[in-house]
């Protein structure tokens, strides 16, 4: 079946501008995160949804940054007034939740949005 | 605060060879351990360990969690140049429904003909 996708695949955008990212999970996935990945870093959790809502902002850098995903599905992640230092690929991952039992349900990533801010 | 520290940085071998990647962890309350693969953009997952399941194998790799050290090894063997990838090692801390991991830096590992 068809895994995450993600788009666009590369943006390049000027400084100060606005910018979407959109993440479409596995069907069925009600768990959806993003992540930012800076050359030669892990990636670096910024928010987790559980359907529609967020369970966790805590990695969002500051109030530049927001991520939306208003029926349970797709998501977009919102960057305002983009600076130079937001340039990165924006990983989203998606999963199965299953019960607390569970340590961990595999999350699935997408290709990944390359975001460069001139 | 919680990290993931993975050693060596960067490896470069030659097709055949053995390698033994590294990842060792301070987390609160550890609940997994996962592998990643990276080839371009989107990491694939390898393994996941937990107090139940120290060990995975799947063909020529395998990873095994030494809790005791806080640590675990990632081995790969017969390398080929289709293994050449940067590895990533991340770990689930917390309880209940908390899903954030906590990633390392990754091995970037190089396999020349």
């Known amino acids: 079946g068809a895994g995450v996708s993600q788009t666009p695949s590369n943006k390049v955008t000027e400084k100060g501008k606005y910018v979407e990212l959109r993440c479409d999970p596995i069907?069925?996935?009600?768990?959806l995160y993003w992540y930012r990945q800076s050359l030669g870093q892990g990636p670096e959790f910024l928010i987790y949804?559980?359907?529609?809502?967020?369970?966790?902002d805590s990695g969002l850098p500051n109030d530049r940054f927001f991520a939306v995903r208003p029926e349970g599905s797709v998501s977009t992640l919102k960057i305002q007034r983009t600076e130079r230092g937001d340039s990165a690929v924006y990983l989203c991952?998606?999963?199965?939740?299953?019960?607390?039992?569970?340590?961990?349900?595999?999350?699935?990533f997408g290709p990944g949005t390359r975001l460069t801010v001139l | 605060e919680d990290k993931v520290v993975q050693s060596p940085l960067s490896l470069v071998v030659h097709e055949g060879d053995t390698v033994t990647l590294n990842c060792s962890y301070e987390?609160?309350?550890?609940?997994?351990l996962l592998w990643y693969k990276q080839e371009k953009k989107a990491p694939t997952f390898l393994f996941m360990l937990?107090?139940s399941g120290i060990e995975k194998k799947s063909g020529r790799l395998s990873s095994i969690l030494d809790k005791k050290e806080l640590s675990s090894i990632l081995n790969i063997t017969a390398t080929q140049t289709g293994d050449s990838a940067i590895y990533l090692c991340?770990?689930?801390?917390?309880?209940?429904?908390?899903?954030?991991?906590?990633w390392g830096l990754g091995t970037s590992l190089a396999v020349n003909p």
């Open positions: 991340a770990v689930v801390p917390g309880a209940g429904n908390n899903r954030k991991l906590i």
């Open positions: 987390v609160t309350n550890f609940r997994s």
């Open positions: 937990t107090s």
């Open positions: 069907s069925g996935h009600t768990a």
């Open positions: 949804f559980q359907g529609t809502g967020a369970a966790d």
């Open positions: 991952a998606s999963s199965l939740v299953g019960s607390q039992a569970f340590a961990y349900n595999e999350q699935f």
